[in-house]
């Protein structure tokens, strides 16, 4: 299961992005709560063409592709040095894949700010300082136990790699830089794999807006061109109207919608945004008995798509038959048409599974 957790200042907004997403009706509060225990609420990820392969098969049963959302307490200042929920609350960050992270940008008199003023900037930097802290913790840990290891007896070769690469992301960390920023080669992100390191999740920043902060944003403009000079993306959200928009009706959230201009509604912006910033992408199964949509990680191979759906698929796997989802449409929804225009493959383990395949796996156990 996809884990996305929500992280950001106390009051910043996080359980009301959490209710815009999934609809969850978390509690929304104008004072910190200091909750420790997360929200959690499963999200299907909307995909027409999950919808249009429900329509056409018309199956018994039918499961689209899911994400898992964890509203997580407010991050401190200070929560890496143990202050506040410190270390139980970034535990729960190291659990998820991928971090959005919410900047408050709204303006209202009635919701204290923790640093009594509106800076996006500003308060970016202090969760990322919180998260670079934490990383920090486990980098000096695991060197002095190398350390340490090394003045009894000698280390592995594999060890002494590692000894180095860790002194020098140490180095790199004490200039309050995220591991994102350390150009690591793919045996050393291997390495490090073990480690869950927070500033090395993908991260996705989500601005939230008052539904008055529209068009050029001055408050915003700071921290956008940082966060373009990092490569880091962000998405805007008017936090508290797009959660009262998701309790409405579909026609009255269409006209909503409408007056404030708004084409993509937030949730699905939100959750299309954080299966691209994962990396994800969905294949398809699809039959009469159900049809069902998976999640993979982007560049993954026939074999693991079978693992996907059932490890004695992986184990026993033969050939996988795929046909793109756009060559299925194309041909009048026809497995015969497709096979028949040659778009209908036989595939091998190594094949490269693409957004959007349609795919039957051949096995034998
Ligand atoms: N005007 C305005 N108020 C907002 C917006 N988003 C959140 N608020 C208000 O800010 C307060 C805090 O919102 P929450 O979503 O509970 O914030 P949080 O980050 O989850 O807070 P903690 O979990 O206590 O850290 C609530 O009173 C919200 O109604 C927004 O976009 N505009
Ligand atoms: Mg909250």
């Known amino acids: 299961m996809l884990k996305c957790g929500i992280i950001g200042l106390p009051l910043s907004g996080k359980s009301t992005v959490f209710n815009v997403i999934t609809r969850a009706g978390a509690e929304v509060k104008p004072y910190a709560s200091g909750k420790t225990e997360p929200n959690k609420a499963l999200v299907n990820v909307p995909d027409e063409r999950f919808v249009k392969l429900v329509e056409i098969f018309k199956p018994k049963s039918e499961k689209p592709a899911d994400v898992e959302f964890v509203d997580l307490a407010g991050l401190s200042k200070d929560a890496g040095k143990g202050a506040g929920l410190g270390n139980s609350f970034l535990s729960f960050v190291s659990e998820s894949e991928a971090l959005l992270h919410v900047v408050r940008v709204f303006r209202n008199d009635s919701v204290p700010h923790p640093e009594n003023s509106i800076d996006p900037l500003r308060d970016f930097h202090i969760v990322e300082a919180e998260l670079i802290y934490r990383d920090l913790g486990v980098i000096t840990n695991r060197l002095s136990r190398l350390e340490e290891k090394k003045a009894k007896k000698k280390l592995t070769p594999q060890e002494i790699t590692e000894l180095e690469l860790i002194r020098e992301l140490e180095a790199h960390m004490l200039e309050e830089k995220p591991l994102r920023e350390y150009p690591l080669?793919?045996?050393?992100?291997?390495?490090?794999?073990?480690?869950?390191?927070?500033?090395?999740?993908?991260?996705?920043?989500?601005?939230?807006?008052?539904?008055?902060?529209?068009?050029?944003?001055?408050?915003?403009?700071?921290?956008?061109?940082?966060?373009?000079?990092?490569?880091?993306?962000?998405?805007?959200?008017?936090?508290?109207?797009?959660?009262?928009?998701?309790?409405?009706?579909?026609?009255?959230?269409?006209?909503?919608?409408?007056?404030?201009?708004?084409?993509?509604?937030?949730?699905?912006?939100?959750?299309?945004?954080?299966?691209?910033?994962?990396?994800?992408?969905s294949f398809f199964t699809s039959g009469t008995d159900e049809v069902r949509a998976w999640t993979l990680k982007a560049g993954s191979n026939a074999v693991d798509a079978a693992g996907t759906i059932h490890s004695d698929l992986a184990r026993g796997f033969i050939r996988a038959q795929v046909v793109s989802y756009d060559d299925f449409i194309a041909n009048n929804a026809s497995i015969a048409q497709c096979r028949e225009k040659g778009v209908l493959r036989l595939e091998g383990k190594e094949y490269i599974v693409k957004d959007g395949d349609m795919i039957e796996i051949r096995f034998n156990v």
């Open 185 to 281: 080669d793919d045996e050393q992100k291997r390495m490090l794999s073990g480690y869950a390191f927070l500033t090395l999740k993908p991260e996705l920043v989500v601005l939230n807006l008052d539904d008055t902060q529209t068009g050029d944003v001055p408050e915003i403009s700071p921290l956008m061109s940082e966060l373009e000079s990092k490569n880091m993306k962000a998405v805007r959200v008017y936090g508290a109207t797009e959660m009262e928009l998701e309790q409405l009706d579909d026609d009255d959230r269409a006209e909503f919608m409408r007056d404030l201009s708004i084409d993509e509604p937030g949730r699905e912006r939100l959750i299309h945004e954080a299966y691209k910033l994962l990396g994800l992408i």
